[in-house]
């Protein structure tokens, strides 16, 4: 079935240094990518995401970057702060019977150290 | 612009009771996602509803079932419950269910299920 790889699964920064989480995905029709942030107790939160007709999107600090052809597709956090700190997660669109399902990696628990 | 919503917020069950739980979806949103979220893993598709119907079902055994309302709310209903079913279900709702369009899923707090 449909996979999401996401790697590493834990990441420790200084703050103002950038940090980088990089997914597989193994569904060659998946069009779509988002990136969502989770913080302790609370929801995913839609960060950023890419659509699979652009290489790179970016929005302030935050970028993501994918190559289709070797199906990954990467989070860029620069400058980055204490409140980036929390678990990300990937997804892919994919296609189950007639709906479009999300399919996540296992989480990337960032620590952004003072 | 309220977000999505969910009902209730813990809940406490037993081996074999029944469960409901309830999701309001972004004013405007017609489709309601449903994934459990197991503690330290990624959340995993249970099904899609867009228009009152199931479009889609993920690897989830029969005790799971759903419904939506004609206010595109829903319900996600776990007969015969387990200590494996204990974990974080989430609701999100998007503007469509299909194609290329807004797809984007915006997800509801979650309702913590704890299976004794």
């Known amino acids: 079935g449909e996979n999401v790889e996401q790697h590493p699964s834990t990441l420790s920064v200084q703050e103002g240094d950038s940090a980088v989480i990089k997914c597989t995905y193994s569904?060659?029709?998946?069009?779509?990518f988002p990136w969502y942030k989770q913080e302790l107790g609370k929801r995913p939160q839609l960060i950023i995401d890419?659509?699979?007709?652009?290489g790179e999107k970016k929005d302030q600090r935050i970028a993501v970057t994918l190559n289709k052809t070797a199906k990954h597709f990467s989070l860029h956090i620069t400058e980055t702060q204490p409140e980036d700190s929390a678990v990300y997660f990937c997804?892919?669109?994919?296609?189950?019977?007639?709906?479009?399902?999300?399919?996540f990696g296992q989480g990337t628990r960032l620590t952004i150290n003072p | 612009d309220a977000g999505v919503t969910q009902s209730p917020t813990h809940l406490i069950k037993t081996r074999g009771q029944h469960v409901t739980l309830r999701c309001s979806p972004i004013?405007?949103?017609?489709?309601v996602s449903w994934y459990q979220q197991v503690l330290g893993q990624g959340p995993q598709f249970i099904f899609q509803?867009?228009?009152?119907?199931?479009?889609g079902r993920g690897n989830f055994p029969d005790r799971f079932s759903a419904r939506q309302f004609p206010n595109y709310s829903s319900e996600l209903n776990v007969n015969a419950l387990l200590l494996g079913d204990s974990a974080l279900y989430l609701c999100?709702?998007?503007?469509?269910?299909?194609?290329?369009?807004?797809?984007?899923?915006?997800f509801g707090p979650g309702t913590r299920l704890t299976v004794t």
């Open positions: 890419i659509r699979s007709n652009v």
């Open positions: 999100a709702s998007s503007l469509i269910y299909s194609g290329t369009g807004r797809y984007e899923q915006y």
């Open positions: 509803y867009y228009e009152k119907e199931e479009r």
């Open positions: 569904d060659s029709a998946s069009n779509y």
């Open positions: 004013s405007g949103h017609k489709s």
């Open positions: 997804a892919a669109k994919s296609k189950i019977q007639g709906a479009q399902k999300l399919v």
